[in-house]
C-alpha cells in the first residue's frame, strides 16, 4: 500500500519531525507499508467484524487467542491452513472474523514476504541538509557485528564510546578505540580484530553520532488511516476496490506486548479519531502492554526496544500519562490520561487491559491504577478495564522443562483460555452494552499491592524455599533528562540520559531523574499472588509460579527479563523436608484424589461464573489439570469415580 499524510492536517502534527520530511507537489508526506487480509469468501456470511493485529516486531501474534497453531510459516500466513480440525477448532474463524494485518514501524526489512513493516522517508533541515544527533544503542548479542537503528553521522570514532560490562549495577568499563569499528558505511559495528564475538549476555553501550531520523510516528497515522479506508472507502485514490466496502460494523484491535505499547500511544496522541472525525477502533484486546507506551514519537526513538529489569532501561518507555483515568503528575507538573484527548470528541475506544504480573515486576504496572506517587487507588474510566492474571510470565506459556537463562523453570500458566473470554465479554461490550467483569488488580486500599518485600525477611530466599533466590529485584521507572527542552520538543540532547558521575546502581537511583513510585501484587505462603483473575493452578495449586525471575550463570541475580518461575511442590514431605522446603507437599494438601478433583472443578466453575473462561474451553482445562495432579503425586481415583467431571454452569 501506497500512502501520504497532510503535515499541516491538526490531527498529524503531533508526529514528530513529521514538518521536516519531504512532501510531495500535494504538500503531502509519503510512505509504504505492506498489509495481509484473510476474509470470509462470502463477506455476506461473515460476522461483519474485523480483528486488527499491529504485528509484533513485523510477526502476526493472533494465535494463541485464536486456538490455532503458533509458530512457524502457519503464524504468518494462517491463510495457508487447511486442515478442518484447525479451522473448525479455532477461536475467530467460526465466529466469521475478517482478519487483517499492516506494517506501522519503519524499515522492518522489505515490502515482501509475510511479515508486516512499512517505509518512512528521512528527515531534513528546514536548508535540506542532513540531521544529526546523539544517539544510543544497548546491545546484547553473540554475533560478530551489530546493525545500528541509525547510521553514523560519520567514522570518526572521536564522536562515539562503546563501554562493556557483565552485571547491570557494574560500573561499565569503556572498551579502547581500537577494539571496535564501523564497518564501510557506519551502519553497524564491529569488535576488532575481525570476526570477534561479542560476549553472549553481556552488556555492551554505544553512544555516538547519528544521521537521517524518520518520523516513527507516522506509524500511528498510517494504521489510523489505513483502517478507516477499509471501513469507510469504495475504491482507493487510483480506483483499486476496497476488499472490504460496505462490510465492517466492528473493529477490535488483537495484540501481544509492543504493539500493545503502540496503542496506547495510539490513542493518547488522538489518533483513535480519523480524519473525518470518527472513530477508527471500537475495541482493544490489550494483552501484556499494561501502563507503557512504546514513545516511537521522539527523535532517535526504537521501535524494537523494551525496557525489563536488566535490558533497555534507558529508553523512553515509561512516560507519563501511565493510566487511562485523567490525573496529576507532581513530577511533571501536568495533568493528563491516556483517554483524555478521546474522551473529549466520543473516540474513545472500549478497552480491556489484561496483563501477568511480570508487568508488575519489570513494566511498573501499578502506575495504571494508582496516582504516580503511589499513594491512592485509580478509579477505572469509563471505557476500559484491567485484569491483572496472577502469577503469570510475560507473553505465552513457557516450558516447565526447560530453565532458559533463569535460575528455575519456565512459568507454563497459560492466558488464552481468560483471553478468549474477554474477547466475548469486549464484543458484548461494544455490541449489546453489556458491561464486562469488573476489574481485577492488587489495590493499595485492601493490601494486596504493596512495595517489594525485603528480601532479608526471608533470608534472600523466595517464601523461604532455600533454593530459591530472591532479591527483591525490580524496575524502577524514572522521569528522564534527555535534555531542557525535550518534553517541548521530543529532540534530545542527551542521549542516553545518564549524568556525570553516575555510580552505575540503577534501581532506586534518583541521579537518573525523579521516580515514580510503584509496586508488586502481594503473595500468599505458597508464594502465588493473591489479587487478579487467579487460575485453577492457584487455586488447587501443585507449585508456586511467579512472573519474575532471576538469570543463571554469570549475569546470576541479574533480571530474567519476561520469564518467570515455576517451582513445583515436593511429592511428599520427605522430600520437602530432605530440601527444608516449607511448603506443604502435594501428599500433605490432597488426601484423596476427590479433593484436588473438587478444586480443579470448583476453579474452573468459578471462572465461568465470572466470565474469564468460555465454556468451549473447559473440558481440555480440566482434563489437562487433572492430569497433572497425578503426575505429581495426588492420589489415584478409586472405584468408579469419574475422572473428569462436568462444569456445572455449563450444564
Same mark, same amino acid.
Request: aromatic content about 10%; proline content about 7%.
Given at each position: 500500500a501506497h500512502g501520504e499524510i497532510d503535515p499541516k492536517d491538526p490531527l498529524n502534527a503531533v508526529i514528530t519531525d513529521i514538518e521536516l520530511a519531504p512532501v510531495n507537489g500535494r504538500g503531502n508526506v509519503e510512505y509504504q507499508h505492506n498489509f495481509y487480509i484473510l476474509k470470509p469468501l462470502d463477506l455476506g456470511k461473515g460476522a461483519h467484524k474485523v480483528m486488527y493485529e499491529p504485528p509484533n516486531r513485523g510477526g502476526?501474534?493472533?494465535?494463541?487467542?485464536?486456538?490455532?497453531?503458533a509458530g512457524g510459516a502457519l503464524t504468518n500466513d494462517p491463510g495457508a491452513i487447511t486442515d478442518p480440525n484447525i479451522l473448525d477448532n479455532s477461536f475467530l474463524w467460526p465466529r466469521g472474523y475478517t482478519m487483517v494485518f499492516s506494517g506501522w514501524e519503519n524499515d522492518l526489512?522489505?515490502?515482501?514476504?509475510?511479515?508486516?513493516?512499512?517505509?518512512?522517508?528521512?528527515?531534513?533541515?528546514?536548508?535540506?541538509?542532513?540531521?544529526?544527533?546523539?544517539?544510543?544503542?544497548?546491545?546484547?548479542?553473540?554475533?560478530?557485528?551489530?546493525?545500528?537503528?541509525?547510521?553514523?553521522?560519520?567514522?570518526?570514532?572521536?564522536?562515539?564510546?562503546?563501554?562493556?560490562?557483565?552485571?547491570?549495577?557494574?560500573?561499565a568499563s569503556v572498551v579502547p578505540e581500537s577494539a571496535w569499528d564501523y564497518n564501510a558505511d557506519g551502519t553497524a559495528i564491529h569488535l576488532n580484530p575481525a570476526n570477534t564475538r561479542f560476549i553472549a549476555n553481556d552488556i555492551y553501550e554505544f553512544s555516538y553520532k547519528a544521521?537521517?531520523?524518520?518520523?516513527?510516528?507516522?506509524?500511528?497515522?498510517?494504521?489510523?488511516?489505513?483502517?478507516?479506508?477499509?471501513?469507510?472507502?469504495?475504491?482507493?485514490?487510483? &480506483?483499486?476496490?476496497?476488499?472490504?466496502?460496505?462490510?465492517?460494523?466492528?473493529?477490535?484491535?488483537?495484540?501481544?506486548?509492543?504493539? &500493545?505499547?503502540?496503542?496506547?500511544?495510539?490513542?493518547?496522541? &488522538?489518533?483513535?479519531?480519523?480524519?473525518?472525525?470518527?472513530?477508527?477502533?471500537?475495541?482493544?484486546?490489550q494483552w501484556v502492554a499494561a501502563a507503557d507506551g512504546l514513545n516511537m514519537n521522539y527523535r532517535w526513538s526504537d521501535t524494537s526496544r523494551t525496557n525489563r529489569n536488566r535490558q533497555d532501561l534507558l529508553y523512553l518507555e515509561g512516560l507519563f500519562p501511565f493510566a487511562n483515568v485523567t490525573t496529576f503528575d507532581p513530577i511533571s507538573g501536568e495533568t493528563d490520561g491516556r483517554n483524555k484527548k478521546c474522551a473529549a470528541n466520543d473516540t474513545?475506544?472500549?478497552?480491556?487491559?489484561?496483563?501477568?504480573?511480570?508487568?508488575?515486576?519489570?513494566?511498573?504496572?501499578?502506575?495504571?491504577?494508582?496516582?504516580?506517587?503511589?499513594?491512592?487507588?485509580?478509579?477505572?474510566d469509563a471505557y476500559s478495564r484491567l485484569y491483572l492474571l496472577s502469577s503469570k510470565q510475560h507473553g505465552g506459556a513457557g516450558n516447565p522443562a526447560s530453565f532458559g537463562n533463569c535460575q528455575q523453570r519456565l512459568n507454563p500458566l497459560d492466558s488464552?483460555?481468560?483471553?478468549?473470554?474477554?474477547?466475548?465479554?469486549?464484543?458484548?461490550?461494544?455490541?449489546? &452494552?453489556?458491561?464486562?467483569?469488573?476489574?481485577?488488580?492488587?489495590?493499595?486500599?485492601?493490601?494486596?499491592?504493596?512495595?517489594?518485600?525485603?528480601?532479608?525477611?526471608?533470608?534472600?530466599?523466595?517464601?523461604?524455599?532455600?533454593f530459591v533466590t530472591y532479591t527483591g529485584l525490580k524496575t524502577t521507572r524514572y522521569r528522564f533528562n534527555y535534555g531542557p527542552d525535550f518534553y517541548s520538543t521530543y529532540v534530545p540532547t542527551i542521549n542516553p540520559p545518564i549524568p556525570a558521575g553516575f555510580n552505575g546502581v540503577y534501581e532506586d537511583n534518583p541521579q537518573l531523574g525523579p521516580i515514580y513510585t510503584s509496586y508488586v501484587p502481594k503473595w500468599d505462603s505458597d508464594g502465588n499472588e493473591i489479587a487478579g483473575i487467579r487460575l485453577p493452578e492457584l487455586e488447587?495449586?501443585?507449585?508456586?509460579?511467579?512472573?519474575?525471575?532471576?538469570?543463571?550463570?554469570?549475569?546470576?541475580?541479574?533480571?530474567?527479563?519476561g520469564s518467570g518461575q515455576y517451582i513445583p511442590f515436593a511429592k511428599t514431605?520427605?522430600?520437602?523436608?530432605?530440601?527444608?522446603?516449607?511448603?506443604?507437599?502435594?501428599?500433605?494438601?490432597?488426601?484423596?484424589?476427590?479433593?484436588?478433583?473438587?478444586?480443579?472443578?470448583?476453579?474452573?466453575?468459578?471462572?465461568?461464573?465470572?466470565?474469564?473462561?468460555?465454556?468451549?474451553?473447559?473440558?481440555?482445562?480440566?482434563?489437562?489439570?487433572i492430569d497433572a495432579g497425578l503426575v505429581a503425586g495426588v492420589p489415584a481415583p478409586k472405584g468408579t469415580e469419574p475422572m473428569y467431571p462436568a462444569i456445572p454452569h455449563c450444564n
Open positions: 502476526k501474534t493472533f494465535a494463541t487467542l485464536n486456538r490455532s497453531p526489512g522489505p515490502l515482501t514476504g509475510l511479515t508486516a513493516t512499512a517505509h518512512f522517508p528521512i528527515a531534513k533541515n528546514t536548508d535540506g541538509s542532513t540531521i544529526t544527533g546523539p544517539a544510543y544503542e544497548y546491545i546484547v548479542t553473540s554475533g560478530t557485528s551489530f546493525t545500528l537503528t541509525y547510521p553514523a553521522a560519520s567514522l570518526n570514532k572521536a564522536d562515539a564510546v562503546l563501554t562493556h560490562r557483565v552485571h547491570l549495577d557494574d560500573i544521521k537521517d531520523p524518520t518520523p516513527n510516528g507516522m506509524g500511528m497515522a498510517v494504521v489510523r488511516d489505513f483502517n478507516s479506508f477499509l471501513r469507510h472507502a469504495a475504491v482507493d485514490d487510483v &480506483g483499486t476496490a476496497n476488499p472490504l466496502a460496505g462490510d465492517i460494523t466492528r473493529i477490535y484491535t488483537e495484540i501481544s506486548s509492543q504493539p &500493545g505499547r503502540f496503542l496506547n500511544d495510539f490513542v493518547h496522541l &488522538g489518533f483513535n479519531e480519523d480524519e473525518g472525525h470518527r472513530k477508527v477502533f471500537d475495541g482493544m484486546m474513545c475506544p472500549l478497552k480491556m487491559e489484561f496483563y501477568s504480573s511480570n508487568e508488575y515486576w519489570v513494566k511498573a504496572a501499578s502506575l495504571f491504577h494508582t496516582d504516580t506517587k503511589g499513594t491512592v487507588d485509580l478509579p477505572d488464552a483460555q481468560v483471553q478468549r473470554a474477554l474477547w466475548i465479554a469486549l464484543d458484548d461490550w461494544s455490541t449489546k &452494552g453489556i458491561e464486562p467483569p469488573p476489574s481485577q488488580v492488587p489495590r493499595l486500599a485492601d493490601g494486596t499491592l504493596v512495595p517489594v518485600p525485603d528480601p532479608a525477611l526471608t533470608g534472600g530466599h523466595y517464601v523461604g524455599i532455600p488447587a495449586p501443585l507449585a508456586t509460579y511467579t512472573g519474575w525471575a532471576l538469570r543463571s550463570g554469570t549475569w546470576a541475580n541479574d533480571g530474567c527479563e514431605k520427605d522430600e520437602r523436608e530432605a530440601t527444608g522446603d516449607p511448603r506443604p507437599s502435594v501428599a500433605e494438601r490432597y488426601k484423596a484424589f476427590g479433593q484436588y478433583r473438587s478444586g480443579v472443578v470448583n476453579a474452573v466453575d468459578e471462572l465461568v461464573k465470572n466470565r474469564f473462561f468460555l465454556c468451549e474451553d473447559t473440558s481440555a482445562a480440566v482434563k489437562r489439570l
